[in-house]
C-alpha cells in the first residue's frame, strides 16, 4: 500500500481527497470504528449470512473453540426438513459431531479429525457437485465425490446453523473470519469490527454492510491487531 504525509500524518493512499490552506479534510467514510481480532459467541449470538445454503459453497474459516462439549456443534451452516427427516437436507460447511470434524452436505460426511479447544483452526470447505473436500490447517481430513444436488433455500448461520429458520446447534467458539464464495464468485469476506457505536459485528468487504447479532446478548471480542488468514 501506498501512503500520503500531511503534516506529520501517514494516512494510506486513496483515503485524502482534498487538503485545503493546509488542512486535511479526509472525505472517505468509514461504516466501523476499529478492526477487531475476533467475535466470540457464548452460544447466544450468531450472524445471518444473507447466503443460502446450496451445492457450489467455498468457504474459509478462521476459527477457535471455546467450548469442550464437541457432541454435536455446527458453526456454520443451513438445514430444512420435517419429521422424521427434519435434517436430512444439510449444507454445513464446518460442523463438529461426535467428536469429529465434519461437514454435512444432504448427508453427514466424517473426517476422522479430532478438533482441540484452544487451537486456532484454518479451515477450507467446499460443498460442490462431485466433489466435497475438508482442509483443516492445510491438512486434507475430507474428500468426497457426491453427485446430488443440495439447496437448503435457506440463509446460512454463522456461530450456528439454520435449522427451518430456526437458531440451533450452537456452542461456545471465536471467529477471526471468514469467506464465502458462490460458483466461485467471493459474495461474503467477513472481519470482525466495533461500529461507531461500539456495538461488536462483523463487516463484509464485498457488501461494504456490517452484519449484526441476529441473537441474544452480545459478542465478546478482541481489540487485538487484525488477524492475517493463515491460508494466505
Not at 66 to 82: A, K, L, P, R, V
Not at 221 to 229: D, E, F, N
Request: proline residues 3%; negative net charge; hydrophobic residues 35%.
Amino acid at each position: 500500500m501506498n501512503f500520503t504525509t500531511v503534516k506529520n500524518l501517514i494516512i494510506p493512499e486513496g483515503e485524502v481527497t482534498s487538503i485545503s490552506n493546509g488542512r486535511e479534510i479526509l472525505w472517505k467514510k468509514f461504516k466501523y470504528k476499529k478492526k477487531l481480532s475476533y467475535l466470540e459467541s457464548t452460544g447466544a449470538q450468531y450472524i445471518n449470512t444473507g447466503i443460502i445454503g446450496k451445492s457450489g459453497i467455498k468457504t474459509f474459516l478462521d476459527l477457535e473453540f471455546m467450548s469442550e462439549s464437541f457432541d454435536d456443534f455446527i458453526i456454520f451452516g443451513s438445514c430444512y426438513g420435517s419429521g422424521a427427516t427434519k435434517w436430512d437436507v444439510r449444507i454445513y460447511p464446518v460442523s463438529v459431531r461426535d467428536g469429529e470434524w465434519m461437514i454435512g452436505y444432504g448427508d453427514k460426511i466424517y473426517s476422522g479429525a479430532t478438533p482441540e479447544i484452544g487451537h486456532r483452526y484454518a479451515v477450507e470447505s467446499e460443498l460442490l457437485i462431485g466433489k466435497q473436500t475438508m482442509i483443516i490447517d492445510g491438512l486434507t481430513v475430507i474428500n468426497n465425490t457426491l453427485t446430488n444436488e443440495i439447496d437448503t433455500n435457506l440463509n446460512m448461520y454463522l456461530f450456528g446453523v439454520n435449522h427451518n429458520n430456526t437458531f440451533n446447534q450452537y456452542e461456545g467458539s471465536r471467529i477471526y473470519s471468514c469467506s464465502i464464495e458462490v460458483d466461485g464468485v467471493l459474495v461474503r469476506d467477513f472481519i470482525p469490527v466495533l461500529d461507531w457505536n461500539n456495538v461488536p459485528c462483523m463487516y463484509d468487504k464485498v457488501s461494504e454492510e456490517l452484519f449484526y447479532n441476529k441473537g441474544t446478548g452480545t459478542f465478546k471480542y478482541s481489540r487485538g491487531l487484525t488477524p492475517i488468514k493463515p491460508w494466505v
